[in-house]
């Protein structure tokens, strides 16, 4: 385990409580329905008229899979009637023909991510007319100087339909393995063999993709650790750039798909934790530098790069080295901030195309940020991303007092500096080795608007 991460049982047990995973600030259950499509017109204008406008970004969701994983808690429509998926691309193209029109012709889109849903439940010619009116729209910038990367379900896709996206201009792909024992699969309804995985990859890096990331899961149900271990093990032989192990949320009362999972195949409370170590251990073991929330990299990783000078940056999609930018949310449920704002589409395709029908945007809600709330996601940004936060640079950026403004967060940080997970300095809050896997937690202390509130949340280790 390298010196920059430390697991301590004990204080990764006292500190796992619900708590946002600050892929934004303020979270997602701040957006209210009193921000309107004007709101968001607006901003965009706004973002146009600034001094140095950002290039744009954007999130493209594509809900549609062929059959139903027990264990997902994604916004998705279940069906094989591929007539529906090209209905919604026609809506959809409408939709980026129209928040195209808001940004001026000069800024470029460096960043672009499908997301699902299964992305490649499209067609490849469907897929070829999406990215062309994306590009038509919001003008790709040069190859060198984008990321373009879609989620893929290795069960749906073919080595030869991996080049094909290559083609199309993708240049990372993010493969949803979860585990490779046959058992787990079977329990959650998505048997896939190592050998696809494998042939996926393999067709990846020859059609030259710059990045390979896998999703895992620890947590699930049947999963043990000697199972878990050996589907590590096969994976770091496979040696994919960027590995994000997330902890199974098991909340059958919030999602329908999960009440299909028998209760007496969840593993017991301990055993989570049993597996982030065991995942920690063999993943730093083999070279992958931990990152931040449930994400790991290999050194030479962009990403482990962006960490070590400071340009680390969080979005929806996780951590990022393109997030300074102004990010368009395309498709149904799709979040997006554009300039000092959040919004969200609407969640149902009917509310949806209704109204692109009417000529309106889909957005449904959203929130505009007050100076508090931009002073204190820099503060969120810094722990989660640099696990610094500069006093005298955020001092100097907000004209505020740091010790005055957050008295009361200090104060909330008084317990977790005892503990050995962040040092209080005068000129810098910095996370410590064993406050690495607590970054949730140390950036809760300045959030305005938990109130009592954590429970909608998951937990933080």
């Not at 809506?91 to 928040?99: D, G, M, N």
Request: net charge negative.
């Amino acid at each position: 385990m390298p010196h920059d991460l430390l697991f301590d049982r004990r204080l990764v047990e006292k500190y796992d409580r619900p708590g946002p995973r600050y892929t934004s600030y303020p979270t997602a259950p701040q957006f209210s329905e009193v921000f309107v499509e004007d709101d968001y017109r607006g901003a965009a204008a706004r973002s146009n008229r600034a001094v140095s406008p950002k290039p744009l970004s954007a999130y493209v969701h594509i809900p549609f899979c062929k059959s139903l994983c027990y264990y997902c808690a994604c916004n998705k429509i279940i069906t094989h009637n591929t007539q529906r998926a090209a209905e919604y691309l026609g809506w959809l193209i409408r939709e980026i023909e129209v928040q195209g029109a808001l940004f001026d012709d000069e800024r470029r889109m460096t960043q672009l991510h499908l997301g699902g849903g299964t992305p490649t439940y499209l067609s490849h010619a469907q897929l070829r007319a999406l990215l062309e009116a994306l590009d038509n729209a919001f003008h790709f910038a040069p190859e060198g100087e984008r990321e373009f990367s879609i989620e893929l379900d290795p069960r749906t896709v073919t080595p030869e339909q991996v080049s094909a996206l290559r083609g199309l201009g993708f240049n990372r792909l993010s493969l949803g393995v979860q585990d490779f024992d046959i058992e787990v699969q079977r329990a959650v309804n998505r048997v896939q063999g190592e050998e696809q995985v494998a042939a996926l990859m393999a067709a990846a890096r020859e059609a030259g993709f710059d990045s390979l990331s896998v999703d895992l899961i620890y947590g699930l149900p049947r999963q043990t650790l000697s199972s878990f271990d050996a589907t590590l093990a096969k994976l770091i032989a496979l040696r994919p750039d960027r590995i994000a192990a997330y902890s199974y949320a098991h909340l059958p009362g919030h999602f329908k798909a999960q009440r299909l999972i028998r209760p007496a195949d969840m593993p017991p409370p301990e055993r989570k934790l049993e597996l982030l170590e065991l995942t920690i251990e063999r993943l730093c073991g083999a070279g992958y530098d931990y990152i931040g929330m449930d994400h790991f990299a290999l050194p030479e990783d962009e990403l482990c790069l962006a960490g070590q000078n400071g340009t680390l940056q969080r979005n929806f999609q996780g951590y990022s080295t393109h997030a300074d930018c102004d990010l368009v949310g395309l498709g149904i449920t799709a979040i997006g901030r554009v300039g000092d704002t959040y919004s969200q589409n609407a969640k149902d395709i009917a509310q949806y195309r209704q109204r692109l029908e009417d000529g309106r945007l889909p957005v449904k809600r959203g929130y505009r940020l007050s100076d508090d709330d931009r002073l204190r996601g820099d503060v969120i940004h810094g722990l989660m991303c640099q696990g610094l936060v500069d006093i005298p640079g955020l001092e100097a950026r907000h004209g505020i007092d740091f010790g005055d403004y957050f008295a009361e967060a200090l104060e909330r940080l008084v317990e977790p500096a005892a503990d050995g997970l962040i040092e209080l300095r005068d000129d810098a809050l910095a996370v410590l080795p064993a406050g690495r896997l607590m970054m949730r937690n140390l950036a809760m202390a300045f959030d305005a608007y938990l109130d009592g509130g954590q429970q909608r949340f998951s937990r933080t280790i």
